[in-house]
């Protein structure tokens, strides 16, 4: 099922990656207001895309200067983390058309209500290292020690390659772990559906168009609204067509529906694939006729996008895709 990469130019690496742990407005400002208007000083864009709360303190402390750009979060760290990484890309590629040399971003990600949802985003903090890395942007994530539960804390300080202490940028931080291990690092989260019968089971796909059939027939007994099925189908014809094009067979699909998520698995028994950055962009950079987007569709169409060892005998490749019902 071996699409692989982040879809990235690799002219150089520019980006830089910046930690900063704070427990109150003082500690805030008196890193992250420096961090902006130097790079306002030395011609380059400053960004805020934070919380309301974040952002409303760091623009009193620079006086609203109308140069200092606020988004909003939900904006920028949507629900889906390979459109934050476009979303960087595009404002990078729009500021360098416009003649800026790079742009600052003091970023806070909203990682969720759940667990499920920290790995998601702590595996972004992980592959932006790589993702963004020829892009000109200087990112200062900021971390607020006095909301964030401690494995977000502990995340943090291996995702981040320098660390802020005070109004000193350290060197190399030492707790950083290198993306391709952090991301290998993480585990599969179990999912409770796998253990009961699913909805649909097809064991050797052969009739795609029939299987598609199944699958929609399927969810239009779910909750699930007209757009998030289309959007879920196409999910699963790119990762079915995946695993015929790269794979081996059988390619098997298992389907469940509940009254809060739908799950999908679909299996092959190809040798075993391990790309931890796979499906972060498209496999083939800009070049979209090189195809190389399933995963990164997916990725973008889904809540979560698992994948794993297929077989007991450590083959095979399964990618298991959620979304939530509303």
């Keep these: 099922m071996g699409e692989q990469g982040t879809g990235r130019p690799r002219p150089g690496r520019e980006y830089l990656h910046d930690a900063l742990l704070f427990d109150d407005d003082q500690r805030l400002t008196e890193v992250a207001v420096p961090f902006l208007l130097e790079g306002l000083a030395a011609g380059e864009a400053a960004v805020v895309a934070t919380t309301p709360r974040t952002a409303g303190t760091l623009r009193a402390a620079v006086g609203d200067d109308p140069r200092v750009h606020v988004l909003e979060r939900h904006e920028v760290y949507r629900a889906r983390t390979p459109t934050a990484i476009t979303t960087f890309r595009r404002l990078a590629e729009q500021h360098r058309a416009e003649g800026v040399r790079r742009v600052r971003v003091v970023g806070e990600v909203g990682f969720g209500t759940t667990e499920r949802d920290w790995l998601e985003w702590m595996r972004y903090e992980s592959v932006i290292n790589e993702a963004l890395a020829a892009w000109p942007l200087w990112g200062l994530c900021v971390f607020d020690t006095q909301r964030l539960p401690q494995p977000l804390l502990d995340s943090a300080l291996a995702t981040h390659p320098h660390l802020v202490d005070g109004a000193r940028r350290r060197g190399h931080n030492p ?82 529906t509940s009254a809060d998520r739908i799950v999908c698995t679909i299996g092959d028994g190809g040798p075993v694939w391990d790309d931890p950055f796979a499906g972060y962009g498209p496999a083939h950079g800009d070049d979209l006729s090189r195809g190389g987007m399933g995963l990164w569709l997916a990725r973008q169409l889904c809540d979560h996008v698992d994948i794993s060892t297929a077989g007991d005998g450590g083959t095979g490749v399964e990618v298991r895709l959620t979304v939530r019902l509303p």
């Design 175 to 256: 707790g950083f772990v290198e993306p391709v291990d952090y991301v290998r690092s993480l585990p599969v989260p179990p999912e409770p559906l796998e253990a009961t019968t699913p909805a649909l089971h097809a064991p050797d796909v052969a009739d795609f168009a029939g299987l598609r059939h199944a699958v929609a027939a399927e969810l239009s007994a779910s909750r699930a609204g007209p757009d998030l099925v289309e959007d879920f189908l196409l999910a699963v014809d790119e990762m079915v067509s995946n695993a015929v094009r790269h794979g081996l067979p059988p390619v098997s699909l298992r389907l469940w």
